[in-house]
């Protein structure tokens, strides 16, 4: 069985960002650097949770079902 996720839209992103940079007074360029280094972190620490998970089934290669048994706990933690 597999499921398919929906893209994320960075249009939707962006003019939403914009939306809120304009009621403030920091710099566009600054907000999205934020963003993007956040999402970099997200990924990291998915990947190295899933990378644990694979080691405590003692396999070697991380799969696709060791990124969705800690997706919800590293998606958990990474709230803002």
């Keep these: 069985m597999t499921t ?3 893209k994320f839209q960075k ?3 962006n003019s939403a960002l914009h939306r809120q940079i304009k009621k403030t007074k920091v710099k566009q360029k600054k907000v999205l650097t934020l963003v993007w280094l956040q ?10 949770e899933a990378q644990n ?4 089934e003692k396999k070697n290669i991380i799969h696709n079902d060791h990124i969705r048994a800690v997706s ?3 998606l958990q933690s990474c709230k803002g």
């Design 4 to 6: 398919t996720t929906p």
């Design 11 to 13: 249009t939707k992103l």
């Design 39 to 48: 999402y970099l972190l997200a990924m990291q620490k998915l990947a190295i």
């Design 53 to 56: 998970k694979a080691k405590e």
């Design 72 to 74: 919800k706990k590293v």
